[in-house]
């Protein structure tokens, strides 16, 4: 498809365990986006990117979250030793360049369970 | 400090009347806004969009009104129909810095339309 595509699309693990998801943006798109939805809350900003940089690494809520991105396309979004507190709805978005009038574009996201 | 509020959690409409979904924000940096429509176990789907230099912005059902002076947004839904039924978030990006773009959103309303 076309659109921005993220897997997996549901991972349960133990705590403690480290995971990856991985987001493939919309082809062409320069900017992409890594947000996390807890239940309850609203969509909270973690990084972004500008082709393989990460101009503004402050969202991450902690040192054990990490993300990459390889090429100007695929992003994989790392977090080690996982907590109950990560549990959350991790979404990637990409827009074909940076700016606030670029809509970004969503994938379905990936629903991460910690037990 | 919640720099972007949908102070309504929730909205009950019938079917072919006007759904009104509102925004406030608090930042007046915030130059250009977005509003997002988002359906279970999906990601959020790019509505509409509106400029600070517009009050007004309409695209077939759907219409974005802004009033700067009041910080306040809304979208017009008219009319409405049982698929509009979903989660709306209003967004703002920032306008530059080194999160030029990241997405500020709402908490989001839930709008159920009834047939």
């Known amino acids: 498809g076309a659109g921005v595509s993220q897997s997996p699309s549901n991972k349960v693990t133990e705590k403690g365990k480290d995971v990856e998801l991985r987001c493939d943006p919309i082809s062409g798109h320069t900017a992409l986006y890594w947000y996390r939805q807890s239940l309850g809350q609203g969509l909270e900003f973690l990084i972004y990117f500008q082709g393989n940089s990460a101009p503004d690494k402050s969202g991450l809520p902690s040192d054990r979250f990490s993300a990459e991105r390889t090429g100007g396309s695929v992003s994989t979004l790392t977090i080690q030793r996982t907590q109950q507190e990560d549990s959350a709805v991790y979404l990637c978005?990409?827009?074909?360049?940076?700016?606030?009038?670029?809509?970004?574009?969503f994938g379905d996201g990936t629903r991460l369970s910690i037990l | 400090d919640q720099q972007v509020k949908q102070n309504s959690p929730s909205l009950s409409v019938q079917e072919g009347r006007i759904s009104i979904l509102n925004c406030d924000y608090t930042n007046s940096m915030f130059d250009y806004f977005l509003w997002y429509k988002k359906y279970p176990a999906e990601g959020p789907t790019f509505l509409i969009s509106i400029s600070s230099i517009k009050d007004k912005n309409e695209d077939g059902r759907f219409t974005v009104f802004l009033n700067k002076s009041a910080k306040h947004l809304s979208l017009h839904i008219v009319p409405s129909q049982p698929g509009d039924s979903a989660v709306y978030f209003c967004a703002a990006p920032n306008a530059g810095g080194t999160s030029y773009g990241k997405l500020t959103f709402g908490q989001g309303t839930i709008l159920t339309v009834h047939p």
């Open positions: 978005a990409s827009s074909l360049a940076m700016g606030g009038s670029q809509p970004q574009h």
